[in-house]
């Protein structure tokens, strides 16, 4: 009964590569969430979901798309992956934006490129 | 923009003693929510306390309490009776309705050893 599951949980590839992360949450959350944490530790939002509408779109090369069919999906597409984009990815949702409650991560998944 | 700032990168404690994480942020908001998580080796993320800005007494959640100084602007975490399964890597995080959108922004976090 995973709350927000990420697939998958690890992933290597070589650059150039097109590769995508999946994530859902059974927790009725109306928002999604894709951070990055770097090699230091340091998680920085990426996008963020509102009812299937983008609300935040931070400064991310345009080769990072995110897709989400419905409010429980929340995708994340790469396109030509490079050595930099090399970090462990977490989705995570929220009711009322997270305010009150904050969010529920994913357990992540931890991108290799190489 | 709200920043957060944890100055200790590491800690360590021995095991049964209490040891407080530091955590400051900068903001102009009046009303926010504050959290700290706990990022064991697994991974996951996990909530451990959350304090509004609007209370004034302190969150306690079992061993774990925060010290709230709303205009120091400090939130530490204080964590009693430590256990080897308190080691983990622990954020500091922000978030507001006012200016924010909907981001939780975090602190670069601070590595617990607890030592047997």
């Known amino acids: 009964d995973t709350a927000v599951s990420q697939t998958p949980k690890y992933l290597v590839t070589q650059m150039g590569n097109d590769k995508s992360i999946k994530c859902e949450q059974n927790l009725g959350h109306d928002t999604m969430y894709w951070y990055k944490q770097d090699s230091k530790k340091f998680l920085k939002i990426m996008f963020s979901y509102n009812n299937k509408e983008l609300i935040i779109n931070e400064t991310v090369p345009n080769r990072f798309s995110p897709k989400s069919p419905d409010k429980a999906h929340l995708n994340l597409h790469i396109n030509s992956l490079e050595l930099g984009d090399s970090a462990v990815y977490f989705c995570?949702?929220?009711?009322?934006?997270?305010?009150?409650?904050?969010?529920?991560f994913g357990s992540g998944t931890r991108l290799t490129v190489v | 923009a709200q920043t957060v700032t944890q100055s200790q990168p590491e800690m360590s404690v021995q095991e049964a003693e209490t040891v407080t994480l530091s955590c400051t942020y900068d903001t102009s908001e009046s009303d926010y929510y504050l959290f700290w998580y706990k990022q064991p080796p697994s991974r996951q993320m996990i909530l451990v306390i959350r304090q509004e800005a609007y209370k004034q007494q302190n969150a306690t959640e079992n061993r774990f309490s925060v010290n709230f100084q709303k205009a120091a602007k400090s939130f530490s975490l204080k964590i009693s009776d430590s256990q080897l399964g308190d080691a983990a890597m622990y954020f500091c995080a922000y978030r507001s309705e006012e200016t924010s959108g909907s981001r939780l922004t975090f602190g670069e976090g601070t590595q617990l050893t607890v030592n047997p």
């Open positions: 995570a949702s929220s009711r009322d934006r997270g305010l009150v409650y904050g969010y529920t």
